[in-house]
Each structure stands twice: as structure tokens, then as C-alpha cells.
């Protein structure tokens, strides 16, 4: 899901989008709280119609903002307090709040709000924010009334297996309709990432979809898709785009780089984006070089594109029973590189 935090994703308008193949949006509530607020959303006829995005949207919770925005704000088992970064106001958000500001969004998936611990944390600390989030989730439930909505629980547990375990338990035992895993990417080793997407992976009710929370990188998505999860986002593609950096072939090319210069050939002949159809990597070279904004546009494209090709090559892969976390469709001898 291209991560549109604002009800736009940066840099790219919804027609372009539409374009990359993307079919799901995700947009964030506590940035949309702040700026246009919630009410102005639901005037214009809900986020989809403020956006022009038809397809499907997510929301987050403001869940994430608890953990990213710890120095300007305090958190009790009530809810959290922030400080605005736009002029210091007070900002109070609960799980009633948020599931009222979601409510009043109207997305089709609308998350839980929890509370995401930071890494390193002490299992004290760990322990804690998982019994927050398990009350804040009944909290949720109890206020949450819109049935064209669809709300979804999540697991935290940090890098605590028992707490992980313990945590997934809990949440399946809502029976919502869907069930995420976040916590995760949030300073800890690749590793210890892995391990968790193995280890909570299996314990999670397989009839509703898996959604694993801030990952978007190639290797973790396959990752975890071995592990039966569906749902994917990440603000990466984007901003690897608007510094210059676009995603070919499993590796990161900076497109500043001298070698580009007199290079004709289109960034990536297999893609489809608009960057690869009509440019060439002198032309991408030159744009990011002369600090063009088509430069960033082109590029985000391409490594949204990316993306969700690999997402759709990894679904044509289970199909034909060929797939495994070491997935890569684009080496030599692949047995998916047809579908890339």
C-alpha cells in the first residue's frame, strides 16, 4: 500500500497512482487531524471523494505517531497527549478519539489504536505498552460503529517471543477482520525483524488478511509473505524517489551518479512506469542533477511500480508453486522471471 499520509502520496497525483498499479491506499490520522481536520474530510464525502482515490484506503491510528513523535508527547493508560508541531497546542488522542476521527475519514480499513514501544525497550517496558494496547483494543471495539468499516486489531510484543505470542493470542480473540503486526522496523536488526514475522506469522487466524506494518523493502516483504502475510506499507519507494534513488533489479541506483550521464538506455527495460517507458537514465541523471521535481516524480513512479510488481510477481509465484522467501523474479534462471 503506497503510503499517502496527507490523502496525497508526495509528489504523485491520483491519476499517476492509478498508473503504478497501486489498488490500496494508506493515509494517516493524526497528520489528517491536524491538517485539513477530519470534519473538512467528511464534508467533501469522506476521504475517497477529498482524494479522488476510488479504490480501497487504510487508516492508521495515530499509533505509529506515539512512537515516532516521543519527545512532544505523553502517554498514560487514558490515551496519549501531543504537543502540536504546528503551534503547540494540545492535541488529546484516545482510542475513542481515534476510532471518531477515523469514523469521520471513512476509509474501508480503519486500525486499532496501540501503543508501539521503541527499540531498545526493557521487557518491562515491552509488557507494558502490550497490556496498553490490549485495552486500548477493547476500547475500540466497544466505540466502533460504522459497518462499511472494517477494523482491524494489532499484535506488538516487541522482540519479546512470549510477549509476541501472548499478544497475537489476544488480538485473534477479538475476531476483527483483519489483523496486523506492527512494532516492527523501528530501529531493530534485520534479524530480529525476521524472527518475528516467522515466529507470529503461524499464530495468526488464517481466514482474514495478515497485515505487517511499515515494511516495504523486497527482501522483508518475501519474507514475510512466506509467512502468510498479505498486507504491506512504506514510506520507502517515495523517498528514495524524491533523493534520487530508484530500485532496478534488486539494487539501489543513485541516479546523481557520473555513470548515468551518457547512458540512453531506459532505467529498467522491463518496467512499465512512465520513468522506463519514455526517459532514458541520461534524462533522470540530468533532472535529479538540475533538482527538477519531475526528477523526484519519475523516479517515486518507478519505484512504486517496482513495488507492486513484485508484490503481483510474488502472488503469480504461489499460483504456480514456485515461490520461497528468497524470491527474486528478475536473476537469471528465476523461475518467475517470466511473470517480471
Known amino acids: 500500500m503506497p503510503v499517502g499520509t496527507a490523502g496525497t502520496v508526495k509528489g504523485i497525483t491520483t491519476p499517476q497512482l492509478a498508473e503504478t498499479g497501486a ?11 491536524l491538517q485539513p ?4 474530510v467528511a464534508e467533501a464525502g469522506g476521504l475517497h471523494r477529498f482524494m479522488a482515490w476510488d479504490g480501497p484506503l487504510l487508516t492508521d491510528s495515530g499509533g505509529f505517531q506515539v ?7 505523553r502517554i498514560d493508560d487514558t490515551g496519549v497527549v501531543f504537543r502540536s508541531p504546528r503551534d503547540g497546542s494540545r492535541i488529546t488522542l484516545t482510542p475513542e478519539r481515534s476510532m471518531a476521527i477515523q469514523m469521520a475519514l471513512g476509509a474501508d480499513v480503519a486500525m486499532a489504536f496501540d501503543q508501539c514501544p521503541p527499540y ?3 521487557e518491562g517496558d515491552v509488557a507494558a505498552a502490550c497490556r496498553r494496547t490490549h485495552a486500548w483494543l477493547e476500547r475500540c471495539v466497544a466505540v466502533h460503529d460504522r459497518p462499511d468499516q472494517a477494523l482491524f486489531g494489532i499484535v506488538q510484543g516487541g522482540c519479546v517471543p512470549a510477549l509476541r505470542a501472548e499478544s497475537a ?4 480473540g477479538f475476531d476483527l477482520p ?15 525483524m525476521h524472527q518475528v514475522v516467522r515466529q507470529v506469522g503461524p499464530l495468526l487466524p488464517d481466514d482474514r488478511p495478515h497485515y505487517l506494518m511499515g515494511v516495504g523493502s523486497l527482501r522483508e516483504m518475501a519474507i514475510a509473505v512466506a509467512q502468510g502475510f498479505d498486507l504491506f506499507d512504506c514510506v520507502l519507494p517515495t523517498r528514495l524517489g524524491r533523493h534520487g534513488t530508484a530500485l532496478v533489479g534488486g539494487e539501489r541506483w543513485n541516479l546523481r551518479n557520473a555513470r548515468f550521464r551518457h547512458d540512453h538506455a531506459p532505467l529498467d527495460g522491463s518496467c512499465r512506469c512512465l520513468a522506463c517507458r519514455q526517459h532514458t537514465r541520461a534524462y533522470l541523471h540530468h533532472l535529479i542533477r538540475a533538482g527538477e521535481m519531475v526528477g523526484r516524480t519519475l523516479l517515486s513512479l518507478h519505484n512504486l511500480t517496482t513495488l507492486l510488481r513484485f508484490t503481483e510477481a510474488m ?4 499460483r504456480e508453486g514456485c515461490f520461497s522467501e528468497d524470491f527474486a523474479p528478475w536473476e537469471p534462471g528465476s523461475q518467475a522471471a517470466h511473470t517480471w
Do not use: K
Open 120 to 122: 531498545p525497550a526493557s
Open 315 to 318: 502472488g503469480q509465484a504461489i
Open 178 to 192: 483483519g489483523i496486523a503486526v506492527g512494532g516492527v522496523s523501528v530501529g531493530e536488526p534485520a534479524e530480529a
Open 23 to 33: 489498488r490500496m491506499v494508506l493515509a494517516n490520522t493524526y497528520h489528517l487531524h
Open 37 to 40: 481536520g477530519e470534519d473538512v
Open 67 to 73: 512512537f515516532s513523535l516521543g519527545d512532544i508527547n
Open 169 to 172: 493470542r489476544v488480538v485473534a
